[in-house]
T-cell receptor, first 111, second 114 residues
Framework: DQQVKQNSPSLSVQEGRISILNCDYT??????FLWYKKYPAEGPTFLIS???IKDKNEDGRFTVFLNKSAKHLSLHIVPSQPGDSAVYFC??????????WGAGTKLIIKP | KAGVTQTPRYLIKTRGQQVTLSCSPI?????VSWYQQTPGQGLQFLFE???????NKGNFPGRFSGRQFSNSRSEMNVSTLELGDSALYLC?????????????FGSGTRLTVV
């Protein structure tokens, strides 16, 4: 039973355009949602988080939107840069302090 | 400030052996979580420690165990290794184990069981 789903295995975006990465969840008890970026053979790097009581959080080029009624969150990267090419994971934090991860979306930024 | 340090970076063991992995969190962080990453399985949660107490445990067999010391450093032990235990093992530290501060990951320990 996947509580956090990232249905797009990969996404290709032109440099300078907006990248939108999507994530759906089934567990309404998540307190926070997190986005991570991961390069091969490295640990994930924390990007941005959002509390379940918020609907938007912004940090530089990264904005996360949370739609609780749809149980959907998205990460917007504007403008997309070549260094953004990586695998992006969304994760929910439940009341037991456990991170539940999505399967990841590979983002490819085309020059 | 120093990041999360995992040692060793690479490890090769034979089936039936045991292994201990180490994780030193960021100074001041009291929560350490362990994850297993295998191709196709993504990141699987092993357990989380906070102030030397295991607060949560994932769905792994009892061969996987861990502990946390008073300085917040954590170790993970896998006994009676199986081929399927070959994976990248990641630890993550955070101030309190909640989501608002995020988690900082180490570079991982690549374990190969032959």
């Amino acid at each position: 039973d996947q509580q956090v789903k990232q249905n797009s295995p990969s996404l290709s975006v032109q440099e300078g355009r907006i990248s939108i990465l999507n994530c759906d969840y089934t567990n309404s008890m998540f307190d926070y949602f997190l986005w991570y970026k991961k390069y091969p053979a490295e640990g994930p790097t924390f990007l941005i988080s959002i509390s379940s009581i918020k609907d938007k959080n912004e940090d530089g080029r990264f904005t996360v939107f949370l739609n609780k009624s749809a149980k959907h969150l998205s990460l917007h990267i504007v403008p997309s840069q070549p260094g953004d090419s990586a695998v992006y994971f969304c994760a929910g934090v439940d009341s037991n302090y456990q991170l539940i991860w999505g399967a990841g979306t590979k983002l490819i930024i085309k020059p | 400030k120093a990041g999360v340090t995992q040692t060793p970076r690479y490890l090769i063991k034979t089936r039936g052996q045991q292994v201990t992995l180490s994780c030193s969190p960021i100074s001041g962080h009291r929560s350490v979580s362990w994850y297993q990453q295998t191709p196709g399985q993504g990141l699987q949660f092993l357990f989380e420690y906070f102030s030397e107490t295991q607060r949560n445990k994932g769905n792994f067999p009892g061969r996987f165990s861990g502990r946390q010391f008073s300085n917040s450093r954590s170790e993970m032990n896998v006994s009676t290794l199986e081929l399927g235990d070959s994976a990248l093992y990641l630890c993550a530290s955070s101030l309190d184990g909640r989501g608002n501060y995020g988690y900082t990951f180490g570079s991982g320990t690549r374990l190969t069981v032959v």
